[in-house]
């Protein structure tokens, strides 16, 4: 079974509107930490937010946050007030306790935010 | 944050020769770093796990001896790929852990661009 989902293989928005990107994930393991990476054209991964598994709140960074709904197994992205630098291939990403060193990445979503 | 040089950042070679591609942890001791691969349009897959001074590890389907992996002090791992094909051209990504084990932490390389003619 996949392990990490995301739904959206492109998703469009208008600039300074919000946008959500779905991630849907797959484990056992109660212990486990979800990621989310952007990725521009040059191909460097950009670390945006992350959400461990016990963490009480939803995470946020900036214009980021993560809506996490742990019995639903989902960590959607969501970017507020979209900007032209924000279009870009976007992955969502698991890594559980006891499978350390293993990030299981998701097929992306490329996101282009039109002017 | 920490950062992870990946170098070269692209590279053309002829069809049967080896390329190696190294990933340097600059300010920090990485005692384990990961080599990722990316097709076009798709996602990053794990090719194999290297620690530090120990055999790499493979994920089921990547050949060891086509890609080969050395992780020979805590700030450098490098990856050869031996005796390339054109179906080898791609964008390998490396990443790198600490010992600290946050989960937090995770670094990524700027990516290696290969073509292979």
């Known amino acids: 079974a996949q392990k990490i989902t995301q739904t959206q293989p492109g998703m469009f928005v208008q600039e300074k509107e919000a946008v959500t990107l779905d991630c849907t994930y797959d484990t056992s393991d109660p212990s486990y930490g979800l990621f989310w990476y952007k990725q521009p054209s040059s191909g460097e991964m950009i670390f945006l937010i992350y959400?461990?598994?016990?963490?009480?709140q939803n995470a946020t960074e900036g214009r980021y946050s993560l809506n996490f709904q742990k019995a639903r197994k989902s960590a959607n992205l969501v970017i507020s007030a979209s900007q032209l630098g924000d279009s870009a291939m976007y992955f969502c990403?698991?890594?559980?306790?006891?499978?350390?060193?293993?990030?299981?990445f998701g097929s992306g979503t490329k996101l282009n935010v039109k002017p | 944050g920490a950062v992870v040089s990946q170098h070269p950042s692209w590279v053309i070679c002829k069809s049967g020769t080896s390329v190696k591609i190294e990933c340097r942890s600059l300010d920090f001791q990485a005692t384990t770093m990961f080599w990722y691969r990316q097709f076009p349009k798709q996602s990053l897959m794990l090719m194999a796990t290297?620690?530090?001074?120990?055999?790499?590890?493979?994920e089921q389907g990547v050949e060891k001896d086509k890609f080969l992996i050395n992780h020979a002090s805590l700030t450098l791992s490098t990856l050869t790929v031996t005796s390339a094909h054109p179906e080898d051209s791609s964008f390998y990504i490396c990443?790198?852990?600490?010992?600290?084990?946050?989960?937090?932490?995770?670094?990524f390389g700027q990516g290696t661009r290969l073509t292979v003619v």
């Open positions: 990443s790198a852990g600490t010992r600290s084990g946050s989960n937090t932490e995770a670094f």
């Open positions: 290297s620690n530090e001074g120990s055999k790499a590890t493979y």
């Open positions: 990403a698991m890594r559980e306790l006891y499978n350390f060193n293993k990030f299981y």
């Open positions: 959400q461990g598994s016990y963490d009480q």
